[in-house]
């Protein structure tokens, strides 16, 4: 079953935009985790931020994190068509190895 | 080589048919996984590999799922008996002892008709 919920399921804008992902979880974790996914490929880590962080930011990339509502968001800055994707949150909680995936956010930039 | 590679890309089979996928993970990564994901949806745990000892299958979702990995690297996953409701694609990924980051191959897509 799904430890996460993404929000929204589909997202299209205009490139040069931002795009805003948000991710709901259940339970405590440890880590959390964005992946990428283009159509029909394998998915690819963006960035993980971990449960005593609040925020963290790689190149055009921020995540945010609030342990008390258990949920996390993505923000994507100046977005381009190459970001086109599905976008996943994953968690991990502490002791167990295995990452538990959200949904997905369907991201469409239009050129 | 560079990345996690599945083999085949592709695999159509018979309802009724056994299939065998291939996962050949990043040489020196520990820790390999099974996932499952089925059209618009997100990946689904199946099992969980550390080296050769499989520490977790709670995600297997019957016993016509079986998988192994005997030496350590390359993993099989093994569907008996197949049904239409196994379509989806699978896909492994490989890591450090730790869940931090994975790296996913691209995938094999079942299609059982």
């Known amino acids: 079953s799904q430890q996460g919920e993404e929000d929204p399921q589909a997202l299209s804008i205009q490139e040069g935009e931002n795009a805003t992902m948000n991710c709901s979880y259940k339970?405590?974790?440890?880590?959390l985790q964005w992946y990428r996914q283009n159509s029909g490929r394998g998915l690819v880590h963006l960035i993980l931020i971990r449960s005593n962080e609040r925020e963290k930011h790689s190149g055009r990339l921020r995540v945010t994190l609030d342990t008390s509502k258990k949920s996390s968001s993505l923000l994507i800055t100046a977005s381009r068509a190459a970001d086109t994707a599905s976008y996943f949150c994953a968690t991990d909680r502490q002791g167990a190895q295995k990452l538990v995936f959200g949904q997905g956010t369907r991201l469409t930039i239009n050129p | 080589g560079a990345g996690v590679s599945q083999s085949p890309r592709y695999k159509v089979a018979k309802r009724g048919q056994d299939v065998a996928l291939r996962c050949d993970p990043i040489?020196?990564?520990?820790?390999l996984f099974w996932y499952q994901q089925a059209l618009g949806q997100g990946p689904e745990f199946l099992t969980y590999?550390?080296?050769?000892?499989?520490?977790?299958k709670s995600g297997l979702p019957s016993d016509r799922f079986f998988a192994e990995r005997p030496e350590g690297s390359v993993s099989t996953l093994k569907i008996q008996r197949t049904q239409q409701e196994d379509s989806a694609v699978y896909l492994c990924?490989?890591?450090?002892?730790?869940?931090?980051?994975?790296?996913f191959g691209s995938g094999t897509q079942l299609s059982v008709l």
């Open positions: 339970t405590s974790i440890n880590n």
């Open positions: 990924a490989s890591s450090r002892p730790s869940p931090e980051k994975l790296f």
């Open positions: 590999f550390q080296n050769e000892a499989q520490l977790d």
């Open positions: 040489s020196g990564h520990v820790s």
